[in-house]
């Protein structure tokens, strides 16, 4: 692997990082539920790095987490976040980058921000709540019905993060168009 | 940055990291198939005895716990509705008991002890040219990039204000990217200039 790519890979995992501890940054919608920018850094991974790359952000997120740094949203971290409610959208995160990566450099003849919006939606939000609601299943013994139900208040605002992205990607690829790694070679 | 890691040394502090993690995974798989309230009550009362003989620092920690409330709230409802309220007793303690203990083993473990513990299971990542140093100096960049990032967005923050008079928010995104993507580039350049990152073997 080329010293670039190591760097940026280790680069969106800091960018996802403090995407998760910054406190101004909850989407004041759905009734007070807190939302945290942090699955936005899956989308802008995979979107900005491509499939692979940005998988392998999201794997070392993962790691780190797991070694024990709270650098989750709300200060979270450590080996106990893998056995919450919660932890199928903690693996969600790699399959939601790697599906967002693969859809941007599928869709590359295609213009800038509809892409990067197809690719999040899909990647960042179709995926990742089919990990995260197998997840809550698995761990709760609800059905898949229930334990859809108590995540689809969170839809609206990952929603918002989807277009954001999507406007984040299409600045770059104007300012500096060699840095949209997914769509370049 | 703020560390879950306890400094005040406790007795499990000097179990092997490898072992902890054996024994976490251990647990985990063993109460899986059980789902009596008794149990996981005796599991959770279990590992807050181990909180208590780690002191009461471990024990502060417990607070963690208090943003996953309202979601396991919302879960013990849901089981309620669909009318088995004693399983949603039971999975609510396993949770509760399981997230502690994995916590335990993060408290009384220095990172870089996880990090011996667990390099044997990134050997195979050789096979892909990737090796365990260079994994260990992406962490490493990664945890400093996160401080550094920070004050690039006040940096940008601050210059927003200074120009419009309001808080930048999203708005910092785009050129927040873009900067943190020229900083990779430096950063890479430098890398490569001082030899480059560790390759599939060691040398």
Redesign the interface.
């Given at each position: 692997?080329k010293?670039?790519s190591?760097?940026?890979?280790?680069?969106y995992?800091?960018?996802f990082?403090?995407l998760g501890?910054?406190p101004k940054f909850d989407l004041p919608i759905a009734g007070g539920?807190?939302i945290t920018a942090q699955s936005m850094g899956a989308m802008?991974a995979g979107v900005?790095l491509g499939a692979k790359r940005g998988a392998l952000a999201m794997l070392?997120v993962l790691?780190?987490v797991?070694?024990?740094?709270?650098?989750l949203a709300?200060?979270?971290?450590?080996?106990?976040?893998?056995?919450?409610?919660?932890a199928g959208f903690i693996f969600g995160w790699v399959a939601a980058a790697f599906v967002a990566g693969g859809l941007m450099s599928l869709l590359r003849r295609q213009a800038v921000f509809a892409s990067a919006l197809i690719a999040s939606v899909v990647g960042g939000i179709v995926v990742l709540y089919a990990f995260g609601i197998a997840g809550?299943a698995l761990?709760?013994?609800?059905?898949l019905i229930?334990?859809a139900?108590?995540c689809l208040i969170f839809i609206p605002g990952d929603a918002i993060k989807a277009v954001?992205t999507a406007?984040?990607a299409q600045?770059?690829a104007r300012?500096?168009p060699e840095?949209l790694l997914s769509r370049t070679r | 940055m703020i560390s879950l890691y306890l400094a005040e040394r406790t007795w499990a502090h000097g179990v092997p990291a490898g072992w902890k993690l054996l024994a976490l995974a251990l647990i985990s798989l063993a109460i899986t198939p059980f789902d009596s309230v008794a149990l996981m009550g005796g599991l959770l009362a279990a590992v807050l005895v181990l909180y208590v003989s780690l002191g009461r620092a471990a024990l502060r920690q417990v607070a963690l716990l208090r943003p996953l409330l309202p979601l396991l709230v919302i879960l013990l409802g849901l089981h309620w509705w669909t009318g088995s309220l004693t399983a949603g007793i039971a999975m609510v303690l396993r949770l509760l008991a399981m997230i502690l203990l994995a916590n335990a083993v993060t408290m009384t473990t220095r990172m870089d002890d996880m990090m011996d513990a667990v390099e044997p299971i990134l050997r195979p990542l050789a096979l892909f040219g990737l090796s365990p140093r260079a994994v260990a100096l992406m962490v490493a960049m990664m945890l400093r990039f996160v401080p550094l990032l920070f004050a690039l967005w006040e940096a940008l923050g601050e210059s927003y204000r200074a120009r419009t008079g309001k808080r930048g928010g999203w708005r910092l995104l785009a050129p927040f990217c873009i900067q943190t993507l020229r900083l990779s580039h430096h950063t890479a350049e430098a890398l490569t200039a001082r030899g480059g990152a560790p390759r599939g073997k060691r040398r």
């Open positions: 692997m010293d670039r190591l760097v940026q890979i280790a680069l995992a800091a960018i990082a403090v501890l910054m539920v807190p802008l900005m070392l790691f780190v797991a070694l024990g740094a709270p650098i709300g200060g979270r971290g450590g080996l106990g976040v893998f056995f919450t409610p919660s809550m761990k709760t013994d609800l059905s229930d334990a139900k108590a954001l406007l984040v600045t770059v300012g500096m840095a | -």
